[in-house]
């Protein structure tokens, strides 16, 4: 990947002429260098990583700053608050700011969660990093005899150089070490402590929704990641990560009834989101528990107000857990859009069945791959299941409903 | 511009019908490679053109524009384009504070039940104001293209409110000052039957057909996804609202498109590419 480019040189009064948005055109003094992110090879927009690097290469390069993806929740929320803690731990490592709002827990717990990184390349913040890394340095100690050229570099690489790696890999059973996560600045939202009030001027919308919007906009003012503020060379990124949006913990009713009263707070909430983002160098992640809204024409406007959205289906607690051909992944990856920005196409992955694993060092995405039908009683006991999976019948060749076996 | 696509239309950037009220739709797939389309077209004939960019930044249309050969930040400065930039100016109404002015046209969203008569006369006055004269170059017929009136329902303003609107901009549009009106709708999901539900974007859908002279419904394939081709359009003229037809007009053509960085190409059914 090329490295960053250089820093802006030209006054701001030219780029706000038009440009007063986050999506940058490719121009050559223009781009400026914010540690972990890169521009995109097709339309040279600025990416951030996911935290996931297999979503990263399946979607494009990562997450392009000024949008909003969405991830819809599984069934009991454990995979998407996963991807979530990657989002957020890959911002900590970046030295991103981070936004956290939750409904249910208090947002410090989920800070508390995230994954520690596997540190072997990146230089640590305390003294104590440099003995994870894998140079030994006692060898280092001695004089070189082979490579000698290279006695007289440092042996701890600078922090400028680990935060401009794109992309790192977590260790999913320990947690982060809380000195790495107190070195990022991260503003918290947490619903209970914003209680309804009585609103006189707005008839529309829900308090909790409005005072998230509110204090999204005070930030992005205050902290100066506004676009429309003078460039400096020490941009930097905010990333949003905003859990269980929609749910009833924000008093939206919109997955208890069939009818909601408010059926448009969270899709009036999600246009200024998105209003707010494309004028300011943050990026969000929005999980929303789509699976318990029973209208699926507002799920569709949900989908199509955020510019990326993902679906994931895990297997726990269904009959897919213990069906041995998916014993390999642990649920399905949906997209359901993939974003068109300043370009007429969109990059949507070639193959629509996709699934995911989670291993303890990396989430992986990967195309379905059926196993070959090889033994008679793998067949017999699995063909009556796969004919209700007909979404992920297209690697399996013996997706017909039931048919007996050939037997000779 | 698709050139491709004039020719399906019988249009060209020198001789267009006016007074058109064209509907652009999709079903599950993007149908805003045709608006960016309609944008160019128009520019290039020499229209003056009023967008109302409800969904994406101006930096958006103005990157895919300069891909297909039009500047838009020259047709600004020139006086030929006015951008209502829907997202940045629903930012003041959204989020109200003192020091900021809210700009009339998004002031729907302060209430959204009682309808969009703002956003009427913000078009009105754009439209017709700049008709009497303003002393610069003279342009073409004046156009409205709208992106996308479905977000108006995620909006809170009812199917009813956005069928008023749509009827009142075609009536001050196209019969008054006989100009274009193009709109984008979205809708998701198979055709279902809403029982007594007036919110639903097909009674939009079905209201806006209604109106419209030119439906353009664009689908993917009934087959499924594909990579070489990506989706169809089916264009529907509905030609005897034309006078001066002379009973030669197919009432309605199918063919497949694919979207590609610069431009999109459209071919007949099973004449793509990738299959030939």
């Known amino acids: ?235 930097n990124i905010l990333r949003i990560g905003l859990h269980s949006l929609g749910s009833a913990l924000w008093g939206d009713d919109l997955c208890c009834h069939d009818n909601p009263t408010n059926g448009h707070a969270l899709t009036t909430f999600l246009y200024g989101l998105r209003a707010l983002l494309r004028s300011s160098l943050s990026v969000a992640v929005v999980t929303v528990p789509s699976h318990l809204i029973q209208d699926r024409t507002l799920v569709g406007r949900i989908t199509r107000l955020c510019d990326h959205a993902i679906a994931l289906e895990s297997f726990k607690g269904s009959e897919r857990e213990t069906n041995p051909l998916y014993k390999d992944y642990h649920g399905l990856l949906h997209v359901r859009q993939a974003p068109r920005l300043n370009c007429l196409a969109s990059n949507l992955p070639d193959h629509k069945d996709l699934a995911f694993k989670l291993k303890r060092k990396q989430f992986t995405v990967k195309r379905l791959h059926l196993p070959p039908d090889l033994s008679e009683t793998v067949s017999r006991v699995s063909r009556g299941e796969l004919a209700g999976a007909t979404a992920v019948a297209s690697a399996c060749s013996s997706a017909t409903s039931g048919n007996r076996h050939l037997d000779f | ?149 479905s977000v108006l329902l995620s909006l809170g303003v009812s199917a009813g409110a956005v069928l008023d609107f749509s009827h009142y901009c075609r009536a001050t549009v196209c019969s008054r000052l006989k100009g274009n009106v193009v709109m984008l709708t979205r809708c998701d999901g198979e055709e279902q039957e809403d029982e007594g539900d007036d919110e639903g974007p097909e009674n939009l859908l079905k209201g806006l057909t209604h109106q419209c002279s030119i439906a353009l419904h664009v689908q993917g394939l009934p087959t499924g996804f594909c990579r070489d081709i990506h989706g169809q359009v089916c264009a529907r003229v509905l030609c005897w609202r034309q006078k001066q037809t002379d009973g030669q007009c197919t009432p309605s053509k199918l063919f497949q498109y694919k979207v590609h960085d610069k431009g999109a190409s459209f071919f007949a059914r099973g004449t793509s590419s990738a299959v030939l």
């Open chain 2, 1 to 149: 511009m698709f050139t491709e696509l004039n020719s399906i239309l019988n249009a060209s950037p020198d001789s267009f019908t006016q007074g058109e009220f064209i509907l652009v739709t999709d079903r599950q797939s993007d149908a805003s490679f045709l608006i960016h389309h309609f944008l160019c077209f128009y520019l290039r004939a020499r229209c003056k053109v009023l967008f109302l960019g409800l969904v994406q930044s101006l930096n958006h249309y103005s990157s895919v524009s300069q891909r297909l050969g039009v500047s838009l930040a020259q047709a600004k400065d020139k006086g030929q384009l006015i951008f209502l930039e829907g997202l940045k100016d629903s930012l003041s109404v959204l989020i109200p504070q003192e020091s900021s002015k809210a700009s009339e046209a998004m002031d729907f969203l302060r209430d959204p039940a009682a309808g969009l008569r703002s956003l009427y006369q913000f078009v009105r006055s754009r439209l017709s104001g700049a008709a009497d004269g303003d002393g610069g170059e003279e342009w073409g017929p004046p156009v409205l293209l709208v992106d996308d009136v």
């Open chain 1, 1 to 235: 990947m090329a490295a960053p480019m250089s820093g802006v040189d030209k006054p701001s009064a030219e780029r706000s002429s038009f440009n007063t948005t986050s999506f940058q055109k490719k121009t050559r003094s223009k781009l400026i260098a914010i540690p972990g992110s890169r521009p995109s090879v097709q339309n040279g927009q600025l990416l951030v990583s996911t935290g996931v690097t297999s979503l990263d290469y399946l979607l494009g390069g990562g997450l392009a700053v000024g949008t909003v993806r969405l991830i819809e929740e599984d069934r009991y929320d454990s995979y998407s608050r996963m991807v979530l803690k990657y989002f957020l731990a890959e911002g900590v490592v970046c030295r991103h700011e981070l936004f956290v709002s939750t409904a249910q827990e208090s947002p410090d717990d989920l800070l508390q969660e995230l994954p520690a990184p596997i540190l072997d390349d990146v230089a640590g913040h305390t003294p104590v990093e440099p003995s994870r890394l894998s140079c030994d340095p006692q060898h280092g100690l001695d004089a070189m005899k082979i490579a000698w050229r290279y006695q007289n570099l440092p042996k701890v690489q600078s922090a400028l150089a680990s935060s401009s790696r794109f992309g790192h890999y977590y260790d999913v059973s320990k947690t982060m070490e809380p000195e790495i996560r107190q070195a990022a600045r991260c503003h918290r939202f947490y619903v209970p402590e914003h209680p309804n009030q009585a609103s006189s001027t707005r008839s529309t919308g829900l308090e909790s929704y409005s005072a998230l919007l509110t204090s999204l906009q005070e930030l992005i003012h205050k902290k100066g990641f506004d676009l429309a503020t003078p460039m400096s060379n020490s941009r």
